[in-house]
């Protein structure tokens, strides 16, 4: 026998059942389903809108008999007009009069500075009222009262029950004086009593249920006596405190009196308990009711059970069709990992495996070829990055200009391209460029323009000439009809004369030294590739030392954020002027940051290329070789002042330079050829970045390091040996001095920063 647990038990293995038998036990097993919940829902229904029904009932018998208790308590105590004299103009025996229909248990006359003048209250007699225990709060409520000249103090339920309380009320005199009334338990229930009798005397609660008032000792006050005889009244046997076990105040509860069930709410009110019954039988006997609920519960029924079938016909077959097309459209859209799952039925299963079986056999021969494109691809991408200058800085050993430069492709490989490269020691060709059209094809005519305008570029100084040629060539078999925006410029590093074309592309910007980036605003020439022997022409400005220039094809300022608005000129002109400028690189850097934050992860859908340049100014180097001998120094010295003077220093450095080079080229002389023979090699170097000299003195003799020579003692000048002092003032007139020995030779490097210019 076969192991139960490696039998496969899921609904993939299990025989799929017709769609005909699966709807009718379905619809079988609902209907049953149905009619069983219509039936408790019933049930339920009645019990619900019986409690509710009463409970409205009775919550209603409960507020006006509450609202009509306070009315006669308050009434009670509104004592606004019973003085209409002043006091002090009535005699005791009228007061004691018109009080006696109240029955105070006492009262007190208090005048307007709070002491009582008249009371029949022997003890309060000239008491401070607003001291006094029993009436300040009274009176300091009478004085703050705004709207009303009287006040009735609350007696909180709590102390109605505990019995140990006093009632307090009183009212303000047009002189400022008050006059308070107070009332103890018995005072105030005997008052009343005798008002409340008949609240309850012509209130009934459906045919048999009663409204009850029930005063602190558990007697009922109303209805009266003669009313409960006349009603034949039931309920003469309530328990106040069997009421306070079984619910709270304001909730329906059940409650039997004398064999008899009612539904019963009651509620604390002024010292009495308000009451409110009505039998069980009477109110299950709403027939009415109970027939109207089930008419619309049958109703229901039927409605379900017609919506349910139309359900079940949906689900097991409109939807099921619905979810294939659906998933379908995916598939046809492209989205191949769709798998079609509708297999709840043997038709819906065949037809679910055959589509399954087709896509994954698409799938795996689109998947082959994507890899095989995909690694092309790559490789083009990988050719065009390794085509694109990508090494910062390209120039490490040139002071006089700084150059960086990006691309970013909308696709993996673009149609964007820069580049820049010397022509001679002295011309700097630059450029940036954009092929009409994205990806492969771009690239390929990005790979062919670039070439042949580097080819023409660095055998011709003229630009406009490059241009023409490579125009003409690329317009031949240019079926695609693809063509290129560029802007190219030579420099010339030793002038700063800045010569270009603008092959309509977009304006660069060039920020003056000290100044900000503004865009260069003259007409741009044609495209290239557009038409043959198209004429194109050179502009010509000039770079002075700190100059920079931005270069950037349309892809930045059409940059889009997620609300497809533009980056823009302006835009790309403020990030520029915000950005740190000193050097080409943090130019790019904070352009490109900007973009980012402005994008915020937008899909770009062009290149994005730019390059920027920052001319230092001149750039100059040459070295001299002489022999090492006295007579061969006037050569070093002439060359030193040569490239002095070229470079615009001033006569005090010229003069402390000439100083440095004739105790070095002694020194050598002395020391490092001390028989004679040999040479030296002076080197001079000027980065205008910087504005330093390095000089550099090369010999191949006896291994001597002058930076080890003692310091001499210029305080005593008159005993210190002779020597010395050359090594000294070269030390004090360099910024740097660096010896080194290697490969047989003594190389000393003086670095010195310019004091001042020619005439200066």
């Known amino acids: 026998m076969k192991d139960k647990k490696h039998q496969p038990d899921n609904k993939a293995s299990r025989p799929?059942?017709?769609?005909?038998?699966?709807?009718?036990?379905?619809?079988?097993?609902?209907?049953?389903?149905?009619?069983?919940?219509?039936?408790?829902?019933?049930?339920?229904?009645?019990?619900l809108v019986v409690h509710i029904s009463t409970s409205t009932l009775l919550d209603t018998q409960i507020f006006e008999l509450t609202n009509e208790m306070h009315y006669y308590s308050e009434t009670m105590f509104d004592n606004g007009n019973i003085i209409s004299e002043p006091v002090d103009k009535m005699s005791d025996k009228e007061l004691a009069d018109i009080l006696a229909i109240y029955g105070p248990s006492n009262w007190y006359y208090v005048d307007k500075n709070g002491v009582v003048v008249r009371t029949d209250n022997k003890s309060k007699l000239g008491v401070n009222a607003f001291e006094d225990p029993d009436l300040c709060v009274c009176c300091k409520e009478l004085i703050a009262a705004s709207d009303d000249n009287s006040y009735v103090e609350t007696v909180s339920p709590e102390a109605f029950k505990s019995g140990n309380w006093k009632k307090r009320s009183g009212f303000s005199m047009n002189d400022g004086s008050f006059f308070v009334l107070e009332f103890s338990p018995e005072q105030y229930y005997d008052t009343l009593n005798s008002m409340i009798t008949g609240i309850c005397n012509y209130n009934s609660v459906g045919s048999d249920g009663w409204d009850i008032v029930i005063d602190q000792n558990g007697d009922i006050i109303s209805p009266s006596k003669d009313i409960r005889d006349g009603w034949n009244f039931k309920a003469s046997n309530i328990n106040v405190k069997e009421l306070n076990k079984l619910a709270k105040e304001k909730a329906l509860f059940s409650y039997t009196v004398e064999g008899t069930a009612y539904y019963t709410e009651y509620a604390q009110a002024d010292g009495y308990y308000v009451i409110t019954l009505i039998p069980e039988a009477e109110v299950m006997g709403n027939i009415q009711l109970i027939l109207l609920i089930t008419a619309v519960l049958v109703m229901l029924l039927l409605t379900v059970i017609f919506l349910r079938i139309n359900v079940l016909m949906n689900r097991l077959v409109v939807k099921n069709i619905n979810t294939i097309n659906s998933e379908l459209s995916e598939i046809t859209d492209g989205n191949l990992n769709t798998e079609i799952d509708v297999k709840n039925n043997l038709e819906f299963k065949q037809l679910s495996d055959g589509i399954n079986t087709t896509v994954s056999a698409l799938k795996g021969y689109i998947e082959r070829e994507s890899e095989r494109f995909e690694r092309e691809l790559e490789l083009a991408r990988d050719i065009q990055t390794s085509a694109l200058p990508n090494v910062f800085p390209p120039f490490p050993d040139r002071h006089d200009i700084d150059i960086f430069a990006s691309m970013k492709p909308a696709k993996q490989v673009g149609g964007d391209f820069y580049d820049f490269f010397f022509t001679d020691d002295a011309h700097l060709v630059f450029l940036t460029a954009d092929v009409s059209d994205k990806g492969i094809p771009a690239a390929m005519f990005m790979m062919k323009a670039k070439t042949i305008i580097k080819n023409l570029a660095q055998s011709n100084r003229e630009l406009?000439?490059?241009?023409?040629?490579?125009?003409?060539?690329?317009?031949?078999?240019?079926?695609?009809?693809?063509?290129?925006?560029?802007?190219?410029?030579?420099?010339?590093?030793?002038?700063?004369?800045?010569?270009?074309?603008?092959?309509?592309?977009?304006?660069?910007?060039?920020?003056?030294?000290?100044?900000?980036?503004?865009?260069?605003?003259?007409?741009?020439?044609?495209?290239?590739?557009?038409?043959?022997?198209?004429?194109?022409?050179?502009k010509t400005i000039t770079l002075n030392k700190g100059d920079a220039l931005f270069l950037y094809t349309d892809g930045v300022t059409e940059a889009v954020n997620t609300e497809d608005t533009f980056f823009g000129e302006d835009r790309l002109k403020a990030a520029l002027n915000r950005a740190d400028c000193s050097t080409a690189g943090s130019i790019c850097s904070g352009v490109n940051a900007e973009l980012s934050a402005f994008a915020e992860n937008a899909h770009q859908s062009d290149d994005i290329t730019m390059l920027a340049v920052i001319y230092h100014g001149r750039r100059v180097f040459d070295e001299i070789t002489v022999d090492a001998k006295r007579d061969q120094l006037d050569k070093v010295y002439r060359f030193v002042d040569r490239q002095l003077a070229a470079c615009e220093f001033g006569q005090n450095d010229?003069?402390?330079?000439?100083?440095i080079t004739d105790e070095i080229c002694a020194n050598i002389i002395r020391y490092a050829y001390p028989d004679g023979g040999g040479s030296l090699t002076a080197g001079f170097a000027f980065d205008p970045a910087s504005d330093e000299v390095t000089l550099t003195f090369t010999d191949n003799g006896i291994p001597f390091n002058p930076l080890n020579a003692p310091e001499p003692d210029i305080k005593n000048v008159e005993d210190r040996k002779e020597g010395g002092m050359g090594i000294f003032l070269v030390r004090k007139f360099s910024d740097k001095l660096q010896y080194e020995y290697s490969g047989g030779k003594n190389i000393l490097t003086i670095t010195k920063k310019r004091l001042s210019k020619t005439g200066k």
């Open 464 to 538: 406009e000439a490059v241009i023409s040629k490579a125009n003409n060539i690329l317009c031949e078999d240019n079926s695609a009809d693809m063509f290129v925006t560029l802007w190219i410029a030579m420099l010339n590093t030793e002038t700063g004369e800045l010569t270009y074309v603008n092959a309509g592309h977009c304006k660069p910007l060039l920020k003056s030294s000290g100044g900000r980036f503004e865009y260069l605003t003259d007409s741009p020439d044609f495209i290239v590739a557009g038409e043959e022997d198209i004429p194109y022409h050179n």
């Open 16 to 47: 799929a059942k017709k769609l005909s038998t699966v709807f009718r036990r379905k619809l079988l097993k609902v209907s049953a389903v149905i009619l069983l919940a219509s039936i408790l829902l019933i049930v339920i229904a009645v019990l």
């Open 654 to 659: 010229m003069a402390q330079f000439g100083i």
